[in-house]
Each structure stands twice: as C-alpha cells, then as structure tokens.
C-alpha cells in the first residue's frame, strides 16, 4: 500500500505541473492588444522620406534612373497615378505636417523628383520636430561626401534659406526651415523641400562649398496634388 501511495503522489504532482505549463485546448490567451501610434512615432515616417531621398540621389547618375519600382521600394508601397505622367505619394506625418512625393517627366525630358512638407496648422508655425529627424546639416554631409558640389542661397540679412547641389547630369535643391520646438536649436536647420532633376549644364567644380546670390524673391510653391 506505501508504493501504491507513493506512485499514486507522484503521478498527481506530474499532471499538476503540466497543466501548468500547457493550458487546455480552446483556452483564452490573454495577448495585449498593440499600442495605439503615437505622436512620437511620426518624425520616423519623414525620416524615411528625407533619407530615402538622399539616399536617391547618391546611388544615380541621373534622375532618369527613378522609376516606379524605386519609389515602391523607398516606400515599400506602390506609387499612385497623380495624372499627366506623374507618379507619387501624398500623406499626413503627424497632426500639424503633410507631405507630397511626386516624380515627374520622361527620359526623354529629364526626370525629376520632388518631395516637400506643408505646414498644415491655421497659423503656419508648427513646430519641425516631425520633419527634421535629419536635418539639413546631416543630408548636405552625405551629399558632398558622395561627390555632389554646394552653393548655399542666402536671403534677407544673410540668413540661408536655400541650399543648390551639384554634380554631372543632375542637380538638387534643397529648400530649408529654420527649427522650432522645445527640442532644438535654433541655429539647426531642416529640409522642407528637396528636389531632385537632371541638368544639362556641365559641373566643372569638385566637391565643396560655393557661395550662391539669392534672387530678388524667394518662395515655396506647394506641388499640385
């Protein structure tokens, strides 16, 4: 009776503990259910715009190398048709920016690429925080480093507003904003539009730094959606 006893406390024991560890078929599994997207999360999706972007520029020789597959593959999602030739992308980054990605012309005219944030607020004073993830500094780093020449554009008291980049058979021009928000500085700056095109004009200087004159008026012309 004592074996009888003890065989039967140990098969008990075994069955308890693996109940334990595998609950019964059909049971309910209690998964947290996934975060809401915050905020926070936003400055990722222009970071991958601007990146992306520059990225672009660095890896051709002429804008006519974008097609569709290379924006679905900067996006990981299909382009949509805007009309008259166009191909792109338009959206929201967070509450208070919008953005628009658009390539547009044919090899046979020149190729180019397009990509500007909107300040979407009724004041038109968002913070940048959600755009300059990577800020001019950063992506003029990369794209001189990569070959391309630089002219900086300079508007009212000296402060530069605009940025011109260069090398054989293509040109970037890179409008910027000064950065707002409790998080930044305010001698850093961010990329508001950066467009790409192909350029017919030889490039004779190297890589550097070249000083630019602004014209008489400077302004951002939204794309047409």
Not at 42 to 55: D, E, G, I, M
Not at 86 to 105: A, H, K, Q
Request: with cysteine; charged share 20%.
């Amino acid at each position: 009776m004592n074996l009888l006893a003890a065989v039967f406390v140990t098969l008990t024991s075994a069955c308890s503990h693996y109940a334990q560890g595998h609950p019964a078929a059909g049971a309910d599994k209690m998964t947290p259910a996934p975060a809401a997207p915050s905020k926070a999360m936003a400055p990722l999706h222009a970071l991958q715009l601007t990146r992306q972007a520059v990225h672009i520029a660095v890896g051709i020789s002429s804008p006519n190398e974008i097609d569709r597959e290379t924006l679905a593959s900067m996006l990981g999602s299909p382009a949509e048709d805007l009309g008259d030739g166009r191909v792109g992308y338009g959206g929201r980054i967070d509450p208070d920016w919008t953005f628009t990605l658009e390539l547009s012309g044919t090899a046979a005219t020149g190729k180019r690429l397009d990509l500007d944030f909107f300040d979407s607020t009724p004041s038109g004073t968002a913070s940048t925080e959600a755009i300059c993830a990577m800020d001019f500094d950063q992506a003029s780093s990369e794209l001189v480093r990569s070959g391309f020449s630089k002219a900086t554009v300079h508007g009212e008291h000296g402060r530069p507003v605009s940025e011109a980049f260069a090398r054989p058979g293509m040109e970037i021009s890179v409008d910027t904003i000064r950065a707002s928000g409790a998080q930044h500085t305010s001698d850093k700056r961010c990329i508001r539009g950066l467009t790409i095109k192909a350029s017919t004009t030889p490039t004779a200087q190297g890589p550097g730094i070249a000083v630019a004159k602004a014209p008489d008026s400077l302004s951002t012309t939204p794309l047409d959606a």
